[in-house]
């Protein structure tokens, strides 16, 4: 038998959660990211007053075949997200944002087996 007693002062959090900013080619360009998406969202958070951001996936396209043209690697359309986000105050822990983002991978930013950086570049 476990027991747990908890007393004390609760504290609250204004929690944002964003997720899904992935572009696709034929409308968003070539970074793998909606940019444009991310920065709006961002700056809502942080007017909204958001203390921290949980981002469950999918912020990039990813590396898949049916991209066309061939999309940038995982990593660089990676940070273009981080940057679009951080350009509105959400930022990584340590990296200055006035509100911190705490990002999770998601299928699409596991998409990179399909194409290799060297088979993107011969392309």
Request: charged share 15%; proline share 4%.
């Given at each position: 038998?476990?027991?747990?007693?908890?007393?004390?002062?609760?504290?609250?959090?204004?929690?944002?959660?964003?997720?899904?900013?992935?572009?696709?080619?034929?409308?968003s360009?070539?970074?793998?990211?909606?940019?444009?998406?991310?920065?709006?969202?961002?700056?809502?958070l942080?007017?909204?007053?958001?203390?921290?951001?949980?981002?469950?996936?999918?912020?990039?396209?990813?590396?898949?075949?049916?991209?066309?043209?061939?999309?940038?690697?995982?990593?660089?359309?990676?940070?273009?997200?981080?940057?679009?986000?951080?350009?509105?105050?959400?930022?990584?822990?340590?990296?200055?944002?006035?509100?911190?983002?705490?990002?999770?991978?998601?299928?699409?930013?596991?998409?990179?087996?399909?194409?290799?950086?060297?088979?993107?570049?011969?392309?």
């Open positions: 038998m476990i027991l747990v007693l908890c007393s004390g002062e609760t504290q609250t959090y204004k929690v944002a959660v964003i997720c899904d900013t992935r572009s696709d080619a034929n409308h360009g070539t970074s793998g990211v909606n940019v444009s998406a991310v920065k709006a969202i961002c700056s809502h942080k007017k909204s007053g958001a203390e921290f951001v949980i981002a469950p996936g999918d912020f990039i396209c990813g590396n898949v075949k049916w991209y066309k043209p061939h999309p940038q690697s995982n990593h660089v359309q990676y940070q273009v997200f981080l940057e679009a986000a951080k350009s509105q105050g959400v930022a990584l822990p340590g990296n200055d944002g006035e509100v911190t983002l705490y990002p999770v991978r998601g299928n699409h930013e596991c998409y990179q087996a399909f194409l290799t950086e060297d088979s993107i570049d011969a392309a």
